[in-house]
């Protein structure tokens, strides 16, 4: 198939920014093209996957190189930042071949040509390490995002987190909102929900543990929070890839 002319431009982005991402260690970067294709990845997101060249993961996607959730996880937020949204300062847990997950905090932004004609999408993933400091994440909410990593199952006011911040309440709340484009409850709603598609994929934990684990008041709460985020229930969601995995082992 003859490349575009878009296809083009992004390739010579990512030969220019090659240089700069590779010597980074803790931080993956990416860029795909308008089918969530893989275009572009720096050394340590070929580790991650246990690749040794670029040119294995070139025109593979997500679903490749993946489990399927996540896979679904990561189409869905491309679909978002191709639609001109971002992802900003996520954090969540990024796991790869032989690799254990891991706290990172993520990036998404859509990618233009001279026109403004949204031609692809670029992203990072840091490694936290420790903490959130240097990696990306805003400072004045670094440490609050070491407070949601570590506390997202149990119940945390805005003003706990405006506290660690050093910020007043409000100013804690509008700055975050400006950031990550969602409110601090808003964001740690979406992270247990997110944790939770672990446990209903790899355990048989009944749904109202899940619930409970993973820092929802009641299995009621839980499964309209999570239908209304992952568009399907938390039983559909077990069954659906129970039944992928099933015919993928048959």
Not at 21 to 48: C, G, M, P
Not at 113 to 130: F, M, N, V, Y
Not at 153 to 162: S, V
Not at 163 to 183: M, N, P, W, Y
Request: charged share 25%.
């Amino acid at each position: 198939m003859k490349p575009t002319a878009q296809a083009f431009k992004l390739d010579a982005l990512a030969a220019s920014l090659a240089g700069l991402f590779d010597h980074l260690e803790r931080v993956q970067f990416w860029i795909k093209d308008r089918q969530n294709r893989y275009l572009h990845a720096n050394r340590s997101l070929l580790l991650n996957y246990a690749l040794d060249n670029v040119a294995q993961i070139v025109g593979k996607t997500d679903y490749q190189l993946s489990p399927a959730f996540l896979a679904d996880q990561f189409w869905f937020d491309d679909e978002q930042v191709l639609k001109g949204h971002q992802v900003r300062n996520r954090i969540e847990l990024v796991g790869g071949a032989n690799v254990p997950p891991h706290w990172s905090v993520t990036n998404k932004v859509p990618l233009r040509d001279a026109r403004e004609r949204i031609i692809g999408t670029a992203g990072t993933t840091c490694d936290l390490g420790a903490d959130a400091r240097g990696l990306g994440a805003e400072h004045s909410f670094a440490t609050a995002l070491d407070c949601i990593r570590d506390g997202y199952c149990r119940a945390l006011p805005n003003c706990e987190l405006a506290r660690v911040s050093g910020l007043s309440i409000s100013t804690f709340e509008r700055k975050f909102r400006q950031s990550f484009h969602a409110t601090p409850q808003q964001y740690i709603r979406k992270l247990r929900v997110r944790m939770a598609c672990r446990a209903l994929v790899f355990t048989e934990k009944p749904f109202a543990e899940v619930a409970v684990e993973y820092g929802f008041a009641d299995q009621s709460h839980f499964n309209h929070e999570f239908r209304r985020q992952m568009g399907r229930t938390p039983r559909e969601y077990r069954e659906h890839y129970r039944r992928a995995g099933d015919e993928r082992r048959s």
